[in-house]
Structure formats: C-alpha cells, structure tokens
C-alpha cells in the first residue's frame, strides 16, 4: 500500500509562489510516474501535473509555463515536488499527490496510492 502526504501549501497573493512536496511511503513509488492533482469547490479532481520514472514531464494547459513537477529518488527519498510560480486566484484548490502508471497515449495517470488529506492552497489579494 502506497501512502502519500502532501505538504507545503499556503494563503499568498497573485502572482506568488509556493512549492508542494509531496512524500511517499513504499518502494514501488520508484517505478511509477507521479501525480499532482486538484480539486476546487465544487470541481472534479483534475490532474496538472505528471513526472514518470525517466523524468518525462507533462502539464495541463492551465499550468504550462508557470509550474514545474520534479522528483527525488535518491538515497531512497520518495518525495515528489510541485514548484508554483504566477499563480493566479483560479489556481486556489486542495491539491493532492498520487502515484502510478502513466499511460502516455492517453494521457492519463492511473492512482492507486491511497489519497492523502491534501494541501490547501489559497490565493487570494
């Protein structure tokens, strides 16, 4: 079982910065891509962000350009990172990490980490 905690949010203004980190138990995290999702109020939870095993990235549209998703596998460190820079009031979401297989014809990550609480992040003048 794959657990994950989420960390590093926060209330800060338009066009700030905050960085996510995003720590994960178990071995297999290794093999797999890893995830950052949101959820806003009243929204469907939405994948922003994917880093496979190789280090291949992919971004939603709505993020391209201002955020960037890295990971450390070294010295058995399964942290993954979502670095936020420009971000603007319709990013404010709880924002959650997951890991497993990316399928890159698709574009879609499948989870099966069991979901964290989620780190808030609020931005807001």
């Known amino acids: 079982q794959v657990r994950l905690v989420e960390s590093g949010g926060g209330l800060v203004q338009p066009g700030g910065s905050l960085r996510l980190s995003c720590a994960a138990s178990?071995?297999?995290?290794?093999?797999?891509?890893m995830g950052w999702y949101r959820q806003a109020p009243g929204k469907q939870r939405e994948l922003v962000a994917t880093?496979?095993?190789?280090?291949?990235?992919?971004?939603a549209d709505s993020v391209k350009g201002r955020f960037t998703i890295s990971r450390d596998k070294a010295n058995a460190k399964n942290t993954a990172y979502l670095q936020m820079n420009s971000l603007k009031v319709e990013d404010t979401a709880v924002y959650y990490c997951?890991?497993?297989?990316?399928?890159?014809?698709?574009?879609?990550?499948?989870?099966?980490?069991?979901w964290g609480q989620g780190t808030q992040v609020t931005v807001s003048s």
């Open positions: 997951n890991t497993g297989p990316w399928n890159p014809v698709a574009g879609t990550l499948t989870p099966f980490g069991s």
């Open positions: 178990g071995s297999i995290f290794s093999i797999y891509a």
């Open positions: 880093i496979t095993s190789g280090g291949n990235t992919n971004y």
